[in-house]
């Protein structure tokens, strides 16, 4: 089961960019990257995927190093309403289908104006 | 499209009793997963049904079971209610629940064990 190594906290000021980096090191060749943001009392909201290389959408980034080893997800300009926790999932492909999702403990952004 | 809807928001329980809860998964999607979280124990996978079938579960006492119906929706069972089930229950849904499927979550049902 590929475990994920985050930052628990991080500070950011409004307009800047934020890097959260993970460390997954015992991915697996069938596993996908992803991120989550939640938000105190409401479910997990899915930011982005990757599985190797650059991923961007309208909202971030995630960039997957050639060993997939690490994924650092990129949030351009925060704003206050950045602040959130947000989890890097690595997923696990079961035989026969299905995942078993393992969430790890997440990192704290604040964002301050 | 509607998101994933779970129901009741809250609901409190005395130990012992037993408690159901319900998900409506997006339309189309024919995976629905279990998750519990709690502060100390962040969130923790309960069980994942694809097709009415329990296809994955986690490490959780057989007190908590969950089934699937043929549309798909999904319930969740805890009986002999404890304390320590005190927790946010979220069901999340995904197109076919393989890896590369991004998992969509409803807002929870808040559960407070008395």
């Known amino acids: 089961l590929a475990k994920t190594t985050q930052p628990i906290s991080m500070d950011s000021y409004e307009g800047q960019e934020v890097n959260i980096t993970c460390s997954h090191n015992n991915i697996a060749t069938n596993d996908y990257i992803t991120w989550y943001q939640q938000f105190p009392s409401q479910g997990p909201r899915f930011i982005i995927q990757?599985?190797?290389t650059k991923v961007t959408n309208e909202v971030a980034s995630l960039f997957i190093p050639a060993d997939r080893k690490s994924s650092t997800l990129s949030l351009p300009r925060v704003s206050l309403s950045d602040t959130a926790v947000y989890y890097c999932l690595v997923g696990l492909m079961l035989t026969g289908g299905g995942n078993k999702l393992t969430f790890g403990t997440g990192t704290q952004l604040k964002v301050e104006l | 499209k509607a998101g994933v809807t779970q129901t009741p928001r809250y609901l409190i329980k005395t130990r012992g009793q037993q408690v159901t809860l319900s998900c409506s998964p997006i339309?189309?999607?024919?995976?629905v997963s279990w998750y519990q979280q709690t502060p100390g124990q962040g969130l923790q996978f309960l069980f994942e049904y694809f097709s009415e079938t329990q296809r994955n579960k986690g490490n959780f006492p057989g007190r908590f079971s969950g089934r699937q119906f043929s549309n798909s929706r999904s319930e969740m069972n805890v009986s002999t209610l404890e304390l320590g089930d005190s927790a946010l229950y979220l069901c999340?849904?995904?197109?076919?629940?393989?890896?590369?499927?991004?998992?969509?979550f409803g807002n929870g049902t808040r559960l407070t064990v008395t």
């Open positions: 999340a849904s995904s197109l076919e629940g393989g890896a590369g499927s991004p998992l969509h």
């Open positions: 990757g599985y190797k």
């Open positions: 339309s189309g999607h024919r995976s």
